[in-house]
């Protein structure tokens, strides 16, 4: 790190500051949630437990139970059955904290220095605060996600396939873990896993129902998640689509523009990604990979709200910790977390949050900028030229230098 960045640094190196700031604010914020009992959210995830038990339809409201709908897939009830078992302020307060301690533990696995993993933890640490309110998933599949990169190029392949089936199965997000299958150095073991747990996974709710209920129950959570979509393309009246699509349609006031007009470019932006995968070796190469699948799954996808985005700032964060310090890469991280992590606070004043950041899916536009800038940096082969001497290889493996 450089000396550009000395109370940043400094502050990262201290573990009790990253503590207070990591747990203790996302602690402060789930409890104030608890204590006002305003966690429908989890109250939702809490009966998908008892709803599969029962075997009763997954995806259709309980408006005596709770507002709005469930959204995840049958192996959910199994995730989230030790929380369901609590007394519900309790169960509340112990999910929200547990994908705190999911994304911290993550993070400390990246292959970057202990002082590179705390400036991510600090930088995060509001948009982490701001996800622990919501009570929701995002979280743990932020985690999913990064600890998919990490068993995959230690050559953990059982445990990366685990997290990408899990992902898949509960909120969908978790298959860009595919991404990082050329990091494997056993490819085949890597799809003889995925093979193996997508089964297990599958059948596994069928313990505590039936297979029958469990088959028709993925049915109707593909049918539930087309309907979704349906409803959160019209951004302009919601606060979902807060991804590149709803930005785009918002600031140019084409709300009739398709979602696959986005799509399709953006996964051929990343798709081209692969044309320097003779680099796979190098370290900064992956860690933009990683970048870029973090940001995927939320810049575009309809369903991307403001809590979403705990899992693409990290992204920006680990861009931004890996990089040389100059003046401009400062600049551009304090204004991508101002305008993410603080754009729906009160930071920024309410006029902001009412009539910029929410109409125009302001949160979107930094991680949409970095998505543009990874893929720049790889097909230029930017990534070659800038030291690598604070990135971290794992296991030994080959760094390519140029």
Not at 59 to 86: K, R
Not at 251 to 279: C, D, E, G, K
């Amino acid at each position: 790190m450089r000396e550009k960045r000395n109370v940043l640094t400094y502050l990262a190196g201290k573990e009790w500051v990253i503590l207070i700031l990591w747990f203790g604010l996302s602690f402060i914020s789930a409890i104030l949630e608890v204590t006002r009992n305003s966690y429908n959210n989890y109250v939702i995830f809490r009966n998908v437990f008892y709803h599969v038990c029962d075997q009763l339809p997954l995806y259709i409201p309980y408006p005596n139970e709770y507002n709005d709908v469930n959204l995840y897939g049958p192996v959910f009830s199994l995730v989230i059955a030790p929380f369901a078992l609590l007394p519900i302020g309790i169960g509340a307060l112990l999910w929200s904290m547990g994908g705190t301690a999911a994304l911290y533990f993550a993070i400390r696995k990246l292959p970057i220095t202990r002082i590179q993993q705390g400036v991510v933890l600090i930088l995060c640490s509001q948009e982490m605060m701001g996800a622990s309110t919501w009570f929701q998933l995002n979280q743990y599949i932020g985690a999913f996600i990064i600890l998919t990169f990490v068993y995959t190029i230690k050559g953990k392949e059982m445990w990366a396939a685990f997290f990408i089936v899990l992902g898949t199965l509960t909120k969908f997000y978790g298959i860009v873990g595919l991404a990082f299958f050329f990091f494997s150095p056993n490819p085949w073991r890597f799809i003889y896993s995925l093979i193996l747990w997508s089964v297990v996974l599958f059948v596994l709710p069928m313990a505590i129902s039936s297979p029958t209920y469990i088959v028709h129950s993925y049915v109707e959570w593909i049918e539930a998640l087309v309907h979704k979509n349906a409803i959160n393309v019209d951004g302009f009246v919601t606060f979902q689509d807060l991804s590149a699509g709803g930005f785009i349609k918002r600031v140019f006031h084409i709300p009739w523009l398709s979602n696959m007009a986005v799509l399709i470019p953006a996964t051929l932006i990343f798709m081209l990604q692969y044309t320097r995968l003779q680099y796979r070796f190098n370290s900064r190469y992956r860690l933009y990979i990683l970048c870029s699948a973090l940001l995927f799954p939320v810049l575009f996808s309809t369903s991307a709200e403001s809590p979403t985005y705990i899992i693409a700032v990290p992204a920006l964060c680990i861009w931004y910790a890996i990089q040389p310090a100059t003046r401009a890469n400062n600049i551009y991280i304090f204004f991508s977390i101002l305008l993410v992590s603080f754009s729906h606070s009160d930071l920024l004043t309410p006029w902001f949050r009412t009539n910029i950041a929410i109409p125009y899916a302001i949160k979107a536009l930094p991680c949409l900028v970095m998505y543009l800038r990874l893929a720049y940096e790889i097909y230029t082969k930017q990534f070659l030229s800038k030291p690598t001497d604070t990135i971290l290889t794992s296991n030994k493996l080959k760094t390519v230098a140029g």
